[in-house]
């Protein structure tokens, strides 16, 4: 039934899409995703509000034993997350795509808009599951909806390539799902998440544990399956790009977060947390360390995607060893940090990818080496992303600050109460090394993009973007900003989340979090007072005085031109100088060479690959092309060997079941 | 009491400078300036009008005063010795390593706003030694509060009452590592050397090459008032496995630093800046030691 009423939809918002005009495709959209985000946004409030859960579907016997979808308070923050990421991706759709309407056929463009609508509904759909075929069924019409939103500009080569790479590797995650699923539902009679806590009670559960992990680390861009990320994300539009990476992949996070709470306090639980801790750790610094040395803004953001998951990930393994070792306390600040920080990511990554897109759109490039000067062209969208760069580098007033403020202090809670402490060391110093870097990756996207002089004249003659864009960033910075001055009330919404991990009830959990939080608020709020007053005394001072203005002090040296700037690879030339063995740096065309003292014209390239992209990359797609070749040479063509392939098939399954295999 | 502890902090951001420059002037066999000179400097600047890049922005303006209130509030959770500091909760170690790092970030971005060269590779190497440095603070403060089972400042450095000897060496090479992460941190020898004079060559002080006037006074100002506060977190590590008193602690964190920082200035030369990372990571290596140090002291006590 859920099947018949979902296709009905579909065929209602194809309708709906197709039918109007071109201009106003978009509103169609907006108006179908506003209208989802308005009920389920209220449904999750109230949700969350009252702790209660709330069922929405049961269909009784279809595959995997029934069915159901209902809302508890994790399924409500998730559905929140969506609704405020999906609803500004659209509205922000409309400046973006603009010039793009009159190069594309109608079709075209619907098939856009249809799949963004459907995209939204069917992430809502996967939250609200309770796992089995229609947590299946949304999960892969998920997939296939963000394949159809990366191939907009399909004409260009390496979308089509990025998107298909794409598609492969999140089907080798659903085929993952779907063997966990079928085992679940083979031990259990059914495959809710609600069973998986019953199988890892009875059957050996490390095995399956691996296989979700796997199966949603995949969505999630966990390490070292995280290649898919930097590849897709600069090939999709803006705020594609957005969507995906402020929501789609906290899907993953989302099934990883079941899975985990499905392993109830159960001895496994600690081996479970030291894999989550080590693969967070893993995934936090490669993603960061990747992200320092890329040169694409759109490609530096989605490599700092991956490192925030690691950071989620580090913070739930904190949670599930304070868990597994009887430390609520570590237990209640890793998985508020871990749903905090979920939410703050998506956040802080909308708006800098859409900062991404105002960059493309206005100046037809992404290329840190290209830009510069950005934020005297294009002054609110500098501001915005300036906001958003303070909030991802975790600084203080802002929300990032605070998530990561939760996670250290579940990290040093470990190694003071001595629970487990070598845990926590690692993560604690990890941390601190991702947190250091992600200071240094940003600076240099900011500092190169938005500061200086122009490096060309696409950016000189660059201006602001329209209002709508504008308003649709301004939906993540409110939830920034909220976060980051309102600690203790954001953080009340994600304990009451997190009672499906933890016993603790959500009041007394604020009670414990309480000092902290309220101390974070009022320092924000100091800092935000104290650099008030200092900047007003400055004025005071200077009131009055001779103030200059004069070109860049040179050092002696009188005429500098803008292509003497520190540019991006320059500025990370000392971290890369000292991780060189993470990357694969290729040089393309002749540097100048020492003995030329009056060098000619040079061109030259540096780049810095993902060496497991590249590993990937390399061995797999050749397997598959061999794996290709070898089947090919079955489709002779000849309609008497399709027979017998037929007969073979069925003399096979008969020949299996009489052996009672199948 | 608390405000006194603040107000001790502030005493001894205003005595460093002066007693580092005293000390390498003793040294050299010079008189030495005046030990109030750095305050007059500041006093002057702030006198003066301003020159700003036509290349900058507001961020350009807005930058130093970010930096010094971010110093003024991260010295609000140091403690002096016994003196509570005027805030404290679980986690404020995390919020004064942030705070210092907002700081940081403004500052290298102000750096780039100027499209200069000089002040780019200036910023690039505070934004990479910034980064390195930060495990090595953690990781004490993670040792600290392994030994004092709290996670806030005010109690972090109750270890010591326990006069056990073993707490003692822990605490002392805690000190020790504090005290290389000041020289870092403040930008001094062998990491950086304020007084040299080729742009080429320099960290800290080159970011503020377009920087004159009230702005320039507030970026010192602030830089002291950084380099007092982990000054005096070395100094409560060596106090609380000395002597525990404000009287000792407060003294000693101007000694320490002037000390120290005056003697390795005027024996050692600077490093090639390829070496900088390298002694950066040496110093989280050792914080790292010292943590495993701690733990296996830890582990030996509770067999006991």
Known sequence: MLFLYTLLFLVLVVAAVFATPLRSKIWTALALTGAGALWASIHAVRVLAGGTVEALWTIPDTLFGGDSGSLDPLSALFVLLISI??????????????????????????LHYTSLTVMFYAMLGVVCSDGGLSFLFF????????????????????????ALAYLIMMHIGFVLLVVGFVRLDAVCGTATFEALGQYFRTQSPLPLFLVFLAGFGMKAGVFPMHVWLPEAHPAAPSHVSALMSGVMIKTGVYGILRTVAALGELPVLHTAGVILLVLGIVTGLWGVML??????????????????????????????LGKASGNHFVALCGIAGALLHTLNHSFFKSLLFF????????????????????????????????????????????????????????????????????????????LALIGGVVVLAFTKLYGTVFLGSPRSHEVAEATEVDNLRIAAMALPLAGILFVGLFPQAAVACVTRAAGFFLRTPADAADWLLSPTLVAAGRIAWLLIAVTGVLLWLRRRTLRGRRIAEGPTWGCGFTS?????????????????????????????GSPVGKGEIFPDAHRFDIGHRDRIGRLFSAWWVELLRVINQRVMRLRTGKINHYVLFALAFLVLVFLLSILNVI | MALLNTLLILLAALCIPGLINRTRARLAGRKGIRFAQHLYDVHLLLRKGAVYSTTTTALFRTAPSVMLATSLLAILFIPVGDLRPLVSFDGDVVAFAYLLA???????????????????????REALYGALVEPALMLTFGTLALLSGHTSFAMLFEAGAADDTKLIIVLLLAAYVLTKIVFTESGRVPVDDPRTHLELTMIHEVMCLDYCGVDLAYIKMSTWLKSAALSMLAADAVAAAVCPRWWFAAPLAVVLTGLSVGIVESTQARNKLVRNTT?????????????????????NIAIQ
Request: aromatic residues 6%.
């Open chain 1, 85 to 110: 990421g999906g609803v500004a991706s659209v509205l922000y759709s409309r400046g973006y795509l603009a010039h793009t309407l009159a190069e594309k056929s109608p079709a075209h463009v619907s």
């Open chain 1, 355 to 430: 900062g991404a897109g105002n960059l493309l759109s206005q100046t037809h490039t992404t290329s840190l080496d290209a830009l510069g000067g950005v934020s005297k062209h294009m002054p609110l969208t500098s501001l915005l992303f300036l906001v958003g760069t303070a909030a991802i580098c975790a600084l203080p007033p802002l929300n990032g600050f605070i998530s990561e403020l939760m996670i250290y202090l579940g990290l040093l809670d470990g190694i003071a109460s001595g629970s487990d402490i070598l845990a926590s060391a690692a993560g604690l110093a990890s």
């Open chain 2, 279 to 299: 002694f950066i990571l040496t110093i989280t290596a050792l914080a790292a030691l010292v943590f495993f140090t701690g733990y296996l002291l830890q582990l």
């Open chain 1, 139 to 162: 999960w892969e019409l998920m997939t296939v909806a963000s394949f159809l939103l990366i191939l907009y500009d399909a004409q260009r080569r390496e979308v089509s390539r990025a």
């Open chain 1, 291 to 320: 992200a320092a040395t890329q040169n694409d803004v759109k490609r530096l953001l989605a490599y700092s995607s991956i490192e925030n998951i690691g950071i989620i990930l580090l913070a739930l393994g904190i949670a599930a």
């Open chain 1, 560 to 588: 500098p031109n803008t292509r003497m700037q520190y540019t991006g690879e320059s500025f990370s030339e000392g971290l890369q100088a000292i991780a060189t063995s993470l990357t694969q740096n290729s040089g393309e």
């Open chain 2, 102 to 124: 907002l700081g940081r970030g403004a500052l290298i971005l102000a750096a780039m706003d100027t499209g200069s060269s000089f002040e780019g590779m200036g910023a690039s």
